[in-house]
């Protein structure tokens, strides 16, 4: 009849708020029509097959008729009197107790059975509001019961038609009562009288005692789990938290090897939302094949962690993923499925492989130094040599021909070894103010006109804005552009646009050449930078060296986005001039 779920101290309500009360009484309205029915329906179908007339099925209908009426009058005071719910509720215990007493009056008095009904209405009171109100009902239902077997028993009423009659619910025989003993309540010794009346006034406080225990005691452990439901709630929040907020992806699967959960980094790194992912075998990931996901969880144990590398391919771009495969376990050490944690090492792969390269370099730095000083001094005699004897032989002849062939070689390892010593010994750089917009104007302006411009070649300079400012070396800058420029020309052999960009870019002017030529792999990619890696006929694999290292002096970066037959990007981002990121500034 009534919801105990709820949290109070003592004499308090215990529903969590006034809608909870409201939706009570509204139970209590229903429940009351409820078994005002169950008492009359009996004795209405024993009226049909009565053809005597009694008149306790008048007053039967009489006092089904109060509670009908009473209960629409609850309900009108639900919309009239709305949010003084506790008024309400008690107006309800108090018309109930009134209506109980009137059958205890009309059936039987003392030995009625429907006192019974008193325990309901004082165990809802309890329940509802507990301690104080609990014991203010019983108070009031033990006065009326009281005073309704002292008033039949010394005679201040008069007894009922039924007590007359007699009743088969009746546990004794007043058939031959006087009216004497009618009115000294059927007849019953004062002590038996006493008895009853003790016994009732007991209940009813019993009654009202237990049920508030019992209410407090479900309150206390309905607080408890509610509050256990909250650090519960509160403990998954910061749980979700923390591995949603983790840098490295996370993938939980059962045993079988279905998703069943994903964090913002994994969907970050794999480029997958959640909803393609969850559900789905863990190969969805693409890190690795159904056969290879078997493999991994055979060698995977509690004393084992897998930390492999794959190489994932996101796009048209390639990934470094490293991860590590662990068992998923319950409280029991039960298994249950695996933990996927992965990070994208890209980066660090990046900073590692440049790391190396800047050993690399500097090895082959000190390397190249002492072989241009080892070489170039026998070079230098030979070329001369090869000069002298030259002007002694006639122009036609097969000596001369074979001392200019060894003249030409001589220049062009002249060259290459003064490549060597730029690299290992570049001059100091000087850093000035200058327009970098109009330096690449110049450049390009000559390299038009440069033999390695062929017809078929056509070039194309943006630069936006047209005046911008930097602090750095101009004929190293310079050097830059004619590197890059003369390998994207190299690999455009016949014929193709080379187009020269320079653009502000997020604090930085990046200088970008864009080729159509036959682009390059991954590992040609890779090593690009790396000292005696050319990959062009004649050249010394000394130039895209040289462009890193001054790249690196002067606190820039270099980006390089290619594919084998669709061209090459190659982006030489350099630091603005602090405060001057543009504006025209003539050079130092």
């Known amino acids: 009849m009534t919801n105990l779920g709820s949290s109070v101290q003592p004499d308090s309500k215990i529903p969590e708020s006034r809608m909870a009360l409201e939706r009570q009484l509204r139970w209590m309205i229903g429940i009351r029509l409820v078994v005002i029915t169950s008492v009359v329906l009996p004795y209405f179908l024993l009226q049909l097959t009565s053809a005597e ?135 019953l010794p004062a002590w038996r009288l006493i008895y009853n009346l003790i016994t009732h006034i007991f209940g009813f406080f019993t009654v009202a005692y237990l049920t508030t225990r019992l209410a407090q005691n479900i309150s206390r452990a309905e607080r408890e789990l509610r509050e256990k439901q909250l650090d519960l709630a509160d403990l998954q929040v910061v749980h979700r938290d923390i591995v949603e907020s983790v840098p490295s992806g996370l993938v939980t699967c059962d045993l079988e090897g279905m998703v069943t959960s994903v964090n913002l980094a994994a969907q970050d790194i794999l480029g997958k939302d959640r909803d393609t992912l ?117 122009d036609d002849s097969a000596h001369r021909k074979l001392l200019d062939i060894i003249f030409k070689e001589s220049q062009r390892l002249d060259r290459t070894i003064k490549s060597f010593l730029q690299f290992a010994r570049p001059k100091e750089r000087s850093s000035v103010r200058f327009d970098i917009a109009r330096l690449l104007n110049e450049n390009v302006q000559l390299l038009i006109n440069s033999p390695e411009v062929s017809p078929q070649h056509h070039l194309e300079l943006v630069v936006d804005p047209p005046s911008v400012t930097l602090i750095a070396d101009p004929d190293q800058i310079s050097q830059i552009f004619w590197n890059l420029a003369r390998n994207s020309l190299r690999a455009m052999p016949g014929g193709g646009t080379l187009k020269v960009e320079g653009r502000v870019e997020d604090k930085e002017y990046c200088i970008r050449f864009t080729d159509d030529g036959r682009g390059m792999s991954v590992e040609e990619r890779g090593k690009m930078f790396h ?58």
């Open 278 to 394: 969850l559900g789905k075998s863990v190969s969805a990931t693409r890190l690795f094949t159904e056969e290879e996901w078997t493999e991994i969880k055979n060698q995977t144990s509690p004393n084992r962690r897998l930390r492999p590398e794959v190489i994932y391919q996101r796009g048209d771009s390639e990934r470094h993923i490293g991860y590590s495969v662990t068992l998923l376990t319950d409280a029991e050490g039960t298994r249950t499925g695996f933990i996927l944690i992965f990070q994208d090492l890209s980066e660090w792969r990046k900073l590692q492989d440049e790391l190396q390269l800047r050993e690399r370099l500097a090895a082959v730095g000190e390397l190249a130094s002492g072989i241009a000083h080892e070489v170039g001094n026998p070079l230098a005699a030979i070329s001369g040599s090869v000069q002298m004897l030259t002007s002694a032989l006639e």
């Open 53 to 187: 007339e009694s008149p306790e099925f008048s007053f039967l209908y009489l006092l089904a008729g109060l509670t009908y009426g009473a209960s629409l009058g609850y309900i009108v005071l639900l919309k009239l009197l709305k949010g003084r719910w506790r008024a309400q509720a008690l107006i309800q215990f108090v018309g109930d107790l009134l209506l109980i007493t009137g059958m205890v009056y009309y059936f039987g008095g003392v030995a009625s059975p429907f006192s019974i009904l008193y325990f309901i209405v004082i165990i809802v009171a309890s329940a509802l509001f507990q301690r104080a109100t609990g014991f203010a009902v019983a108070s009031l239902a033990s006065f009326l019961y009281a005073a309704t077997v002292a008033a039949l028993y010394f005679g201040w009423i008069p007894p009922s038609v039924t007590l007359h009659r007699g009743l088969p619910s009746v546990a004794y025989d007043v058939s031959a009562a006087t009216q004497d003993q009618v009115g000294r309540a059927a007849g």
């Open 531 to 588: 000292p005696f890696r050319s990959f062009f006929d004649g050249g010394s694999g000394i130039g895209m060296a040289i462009v890193y290292r001054i790249v690196e002096e002067h606190g820039g970066r270099l980006a390089v986005d290619s594919q084998p037959g669709q061209g090459t990007v190659i982006t030489v981002a350099l630091p603005l001039a602090p405060g001057e990121p543009t504006g025209m500034t003539e050079e130092a």
